[in-house]
C-alpha cells in the first residue's frame, strides 16, 4: 500500500520556524521527485517546492523569498520542508506528494500520483 504520511504540523506564532516531514512507504521512494503543496482556508491547492529524485535539484514557489527549504534523506523515504519566519499567511494544510513525470512538471498538481493527508499549520499573529 503507499502512503505519503505528512507530519509536523501545529500551532506557531508569527516569526516561528517548524519542520514538516513527509514519510513514504510502499513504493520505489528514490524514483519519485517530491513535491509540497499547500491549502488554506477557501483557497485552492498552490505548488511551494520540489526536489528532484536524487535531491540534486530543489526549486521553490517565489512568494517564499527563501524562507522554505526543502531536503530528503533517501535513506530514511522521507522529505523535510523547513519553514522560518513563518508569517499568518502561511496558514494552511500542507501536502507532500509524488511524481515520477519529468522535473518539468514537478510545480504542476495533476503531474503527482501520490499524494499524503496533509498536516494543518497554523500561524498565530
Known amino acids: 500500500e503507499v502512503q505519503l504520511q505528512a507530519s509536523g504540523g501545529g500551532l506557531v506564532q508569527t516569526g516561528g520556524s517548524l519542520r514538516l516531514s513527509c514519510a513514504a512507504s510502499?513504493?520505489?521512494?528514490?524514483?519519485?521527485?517530491i513535491g509540497w503543496f499547500r491549502q488554506a482556508p477557501g483557497k485552492g491547492r498552490y505548488w511551494i517546492s520540489s526536489?528532484?529524485?536524487?535531491?540534486?535539484?530543489?526549486i521553490y514557489a517565489e512568494f517564499l523569498k527563501g524562507r522554505f527549504t526543502i531536503s530528503r534523506d533517501n535513506a530514511k523515504n522521507t522529505v523535510y520542508l523547513q519553514m522560518n519566519s513563518l508569517k499568518p499567511e502561511d496558514t494552511a494544510i500542507y501536502y507532500c506528494?509524488?511524481?515520477?513525470?519529468?522535473?518539468?512538471?514537478?510545480?504542476?498538481?495533476?503531474?503527482?500520483?501520490?499524494w499524503g493527508q496533509g498536516t494543518l499549520v497554523t500561524v498565530s499573529s
Open positions: 526536489i528532484s529524485d536524487s535531491a540534486d535539484i530543489t
Open positions: 510502499g513504493f520505489t521512494f528514490e524514483d519519485y521527485h
Open positions: 506528494a509524488a511524481t515520477k513525470a519529468p522535473w518539468r512538471w514537478s510545480k504542476i498538481a495533476t503531474r503527482f500520483e501520490y
